[in-house]
């Protein structure tokens, strides 16, 4: 079964920074993209239909991110592709959200920040919180 627990984040002031985490196990590492997303309060009933693709890599070593975390936000992973990580600089109030991993058999890492990852395996999701 595919695993993904998660841990980092916190609180920061604006300006500062953070880094979430993600232990990934239990996957094909060839066959799944990795990718982070977040999910503001008041979507919660949406579910996962709700949650903004944040930043995606794939095997192929490509990597996307939203526009709004362009030049800020860094997705990596280690080379033996078991933990992924979002370095998070410059924060700023509005990406105050739950963040969530995902391992999704999405082909490429464009396709998973737009299409969204319905159907993929999800963290359990990690609070950040940017105040000023």
């Known amino acids: 079964e595919v695993r993904l627990v998660q841990s980092g984040g916190g609180s920061v002031q604006a300006g500062g920074s953070l880094t979430v985490s993600c232990v990934v196990s239990g996957y094909p590492y060839n066959e799944y993209c990795l990718g982070w997303f977040r999910q503001t309060p008041g979507n919660e009933r949406a579910g996962v239909a709700a949650r903004e693709g944040v930043a995606a890599l794939c095997t192929d070593g490509t990597t996307r991110y939203a526009d709004s975390v362009t030049g800020r936000f860094t997705i990596s992973r280690a080379s033996a592709g078991t933990t992924l990580y979002l370095q998070m600089n410059s924060l700023k109030p509005e990406d105050t959200a739950m963040y969530y991993c995902?391992?999704?058999?999405?082909?490429?890492?464009?396709?998973?920040?737009?299409?969204?990852?319905?159907?993929?395996?999800w963290g359990q999701g990690t609070q950040v919180t940017v105040f000023s």
């Open positions: 995902v391992a999704d058999r999405t082909s490429s890492a464009w396709l998973l920040i737009t299409a969204g990852a319905e159907f993929g395996h």
